[in-house]
Structures are given as structure tokens and as C-alpha cells.
DNA sequence: TCCATATTTGAGCGATCGTTCAAAAATCCG
DNA sequence: CGGATTTTTGAACGATCGCTCAAATATGGA
């Protein structure tokens, strides 16, 4: 893990002080990401307008950020499920409820799109919801081998494609 | 990165002999990953019988091996894209090579479906082949944080739903 | 002002990392 | 056999890792 001079050659010790270890900070880092960038990015989804244009707009968005901004490191969200989740439990809890947070995001601003009727009432609205989950990660692995932003949205449009 | 005691504290130096380096020993696993467990997986597109059923039974596959053998160690390719793409350029063009290699499978299996007239003609194959590979890498993400078999299973259903 | 207490500091511990290489052992050739 | 060559061996290097702690400094109260 990097880790800037400040915070290991000249005072490790106020790190250890406030976190047990370096275990510990990162499952700090982890909740503070969940509440700052992830609660922004769901936030989005809430906007007013029609549903299906701010899940689409949403995912617009995640594209932007994985081949610009978040080039290098992606989301932490995923990147803790595949390197840590496995082979630690408290790791593995964080990304599981925060998965779990994205798909409620999710359900919630389908149920709306139901409701105003731009999606069929008969539609799974938790599928949907857990789908469009796990499309999202898929886009962020496939984000870091191919930087082709026309391939990445035509894998978007068929995600949507599946809510009609 | 983990090595047997057998590797490096007996004998280092015929690795160092035979791979120029630790990047260079990586490198030659993904080649010998890709050849080999890869390579089996793709070729069960191939086998005989309606097109959709292969599929269909390709990621059935991979979800038992995610939630069982494979629950620790993952997909390299998709671990590789995650950790290691972003900053090693030999690393990126493996990923990227091994994904295309992915689409294409999917692609032939497709065409196959359309000639069989189980997909209709005029659906786009290429985009749905990235589309399955990126649904592929999703759900790989999301095995790794809830082992759900049934939550993994209606994502598969409505992936394929999108093939009709 | 003076002492007690709290905070800041960075040197440094033992472990492991990626890697090298001299010495020992095995193998080959005449 | 014997000597030259190749292979095997593991000790060890410098860097970095996660982490500790005594000493230096700052701060608070009397």
C-alpha cells in the first residue's frame, strides 16, 4: 500500500495512535469513501427527471470517470472486493453492504420509473436492480483493459435495453 | 505476491535463470493461464447443441466456479485487469488481448445461434459479445462479495434475456 | 515561572521483499 | 578415471514493510 513519507519516516506513530493498524485505517478509509464518493455517485440517481434518463446518465458518468479521473484507480469498492474480500471478512462485509446500497439505489429509482410508467409495472424491479449491479462492476474491469468509450456505452445501451 | 519457500529461499536463482524477472515470471502465468484454463473454458461455447443452452451453461459454470474451487483466487484475467492493468502496460495488453479473445468466442457462438435461428438475424452481435464479456466481469466481481448462488443466477437470466 | 502532563518526533526493530552470486555438487567429455 | 563445464545451492544484499517507543517538544495548570 502506498503510503506518503509524512505518515511512515516522520511520524508513523500519530497513525497508530488514532487507527490500531494499518488494518484499521483502511476499513476507516473504506467507510469514509462509501460516505463521500459513493453517496455522491447515488445521489444522482435520485435527480429529478425521468428515471430511465438518470440511470442512464449515471452510468454516462461511470464511463467519464473510469477512462479520465479514475484511470489509474478505479473505485475502491471494486478493487477491495477482487484483491481483499476473499481473505478478509471485515473487508468482505464492507463491499457486501455497499453492493447491497447500490442495488437499493437502484430498486429505489426504478420503482419511480414504474410509477411514472416508463417502466412496466410487471418488471422484477430486484433483478433489475441487482443486474444493473453487477453490470456496473463489469464495466469497471472491463474499463481498465480497454479504454474504447463507444464499446463501453454500447454495453451500457444494452443494460437498459433490458428495463424496457 | 505469494512464493513457495521452495522458490525463493532454496533456490532463487534458476527463476531468476529461466525469467528474467518477477514481471517477467507474471507475465509468462498469464500466457500459461490464458492457454490452458482460458482456453477450456471458451472451447464449452464450442460444443454441440443449441447455441443458447451453451451459453446459458458457460455461465452456469462460472458461477459454480466462483462460489466454489475458485472462491479465493478469482479469474486472474479479471484480478490482472483490477491490480495490476492500470499500471503495467504489458499486464494491460494481455488483459485486453485475453477479453477480445473472450468476445470473439462469444461472437462465433452468436452466429451460430443466428444461423440456427434461436437469436434473430439482425440483433448485433458484436455488441452483445462485448456485452456478455463485460457481464462476465461483472459477475466475477460480484461473486467475490456475496456468495449468493440465486442473486448471481438472475443476473445471468436476464443477461440472457437480452439475447432474444 | 515551574513542574506535570500530553503530544510530536523520527530512529530503529524484526520481517519480508526482489534479486545476486560465490561456492558446492552434479554432469559431461576425453 | 580427471578435469572442465554446467547446474544447484542457499547465504546474503539493500530496500521496504508494518509497527514501536524513548526522547524531544509543546502545552496546561498552580
Redesign the pocket.
Known sequence: ???PKSF??????????TF??????FLESVTLYRRTVVARRLEKLDEPGPARDRIAAFFEDVIRFSLGEGRLLGCLMTNSAIELAPRDRDTALAVAANFAEVESAFRKVLRRAQVAGEIAADRPVEDLARYLTSGLQGLRVMAKAQQDEAALRSVVRLMLATLD
Open positions: 500500500m502506498a503510503r511512515d519516516r516522520e511520524n508513523p506513530g500519530s497513525l497508530y495512535d490500531d493498524d494499518k488494518h484499521g485505517l
